[in-house]
Nanobody
Framework: QVQLVESGGTLVQAGDSLRLSCTAS????????MGWFRQAPGKEREFVAVIYYNGNTIVYADSVKGRFTISRDNTKNTVYLQMNSLKPEDTAVYYCAARAGSPSLVPTQPIQYPYWGQGTQVTGSS
């Protein structure tokens, strides 16, 4: 069982930078693939980024590529999402998710992750 707690969400201006954190409980964090998703009002939850246990596999959604960076510190059981050049359309609740293993087909769908945090709100304004 893994419990995830996100933090770092806040109100931001267009062009700002923000770093989200997700800290996990449990002894197997270093073996989990960790993902970030987001959900805007009235929209479905969408994939943002994923990082595998050793950091060697990282995938981003096209909408955030070049602006967001996912990273992890297995000694702290924490995964980060550095968000730069924020836009109003980045406004959403951001969720951290975890799954065991390193599948050859990178998981980008919410249903592929059994463990979720409670989310942290990022609100952008122009």
């Amino acid at each position: 069982q893994v419990q995830l707690v996100e933090s770092g969400g806040t109100l931001v201006q267009a062009g700002d930078s923000l770093r989200l954190s997700c800290t996990a409980s449990g002894r197997s964090f270093s073996t989990y693939a960790m993902g970030w998703f987001r959900q805007a009002p009235g929209k479905e939850r969408e994939f943002v980024a994923v990082i595998y246990y050793n950091g060697n596999t990282i995938v981003y959604a096209d909408s955030v590529k070049g602006r967001f960076t996912i990273s992890r510190d297995n000694t702290k059981n924490t995964v980060y999402l550095q968000m730069n050049s924020l836009k109003p359309e980045d406004t959403a609740v951001y969720y951290c998710a975890a799954r065991a293993g390193s599948p050859s087909l990178v998981p980008t769908q919410p249903i592929q992750y059994p463990y979720w945090g409670q989310g942290t709100q990022v609100t952008g304004s122009s």
